[in-house]
């Protein structure tokens, strides 16, 4: 998914990050640690694009999609909680918009050979989220993340920091990315939503990359480790 080839970033007259050389594969489950500044979030915010390196280069495999939980995430939105969850849903309900339209034209022309291919095209993305069942995947995943049915309907605005940063990770477990990239995600969660995470995460399709300082997250949750020490990492 990533290659990392020799990536530094530096702030002033001081290297964070040095010739880090790295990859990212489908299905990996990836844990980084390291001492508090050998640049843990700073590796994530160069691999989101968030930080250009100084040094090296990044290469990303083709429509490639990736989902950033931020340490300390903020949702800044006028919307409610579920209306925010339904966002995330938002490339299949336009494709069901457009699956409407074509419909209409298809009874007029059932042989038509691109209304027949662009119908295929809009259900495969309708499919891939399994948009007809988004409902029951947003509740699942809204309990699991400790918000009840009495939630739903308050504004994001309203929430604590914690509350916005969990509702912002269950929005990310719903887009279903290719790559997570999680910063300190076990913040703000109690036992029982922290063992539904760790549960969710390891049947989750695509790979993981998070930094932790939560062993037990780590290794319920991680096959692989970078750590970060002097500028470097070792994986």
């Known amino acids: 998914l990533i290659t990392l080839q020799k990536i530094g970033k530096g702030f002033g007259a001081d290297w964070i990050l040095r010739n880090v050389t790295a990859g990212i594969d489908r299905q990996d489950r990836i844990g980084i640690i390291g001492e508090n500044g050998t640049g843990k979030t700073t590796l994530l915010r160069v691999i989101t694009g968030e930080l250009l390196p100084d040094e090296g280069e990044i290469s990303y495999s083709r429509n490639l999609t990736w989902g950033y939980l931020e340490q300390n995430a903020s949702m800044e939105t006028s919307r ?106 076990t913040n703000h969660l109690d036992f029982e939503t922290l063992e539904w995470l760790e549960n969710y995460l390891k049947g989750y399709s695509g790979a993981i990359l998070t930094v932790s300082h939560d062993r037990y997250f780590l290794d319920a949750v991680v096959n692989r480790i970078w750590e970060l020490e002097e500028t470097s990492i070792s994986c």
């Open 80 to 185: 409610s909680a579920w209306e925010e969850m339904e966002d995330a849903y938002a490339p299949s309900l336009e494709a069901m918009r457009k699956l409407e339209e074509i419909n209409r034209a298809l009874a007029l022309h059932p042989e038509d050979a691109d209304l027949i291919q662009r119908h295929a095209e809009q259900t495969a993305i309708i499919d891939a989220q399994d948009a007809y069942n988004r409902e029951v995947q947003i509740r699942k995943v809204l309990s699991g993340m400790a918000f009840g049915p009495d939630s739903y309907d308050k504004l994001v605005r309203v929430l604590s920091g914690g509350e916005r940063t969990r509702l912002q990770l269950a929005k990310l477990l719903l887009q279903n990315p290719d790559l997570l990239i999680l910063d300190e995600p």
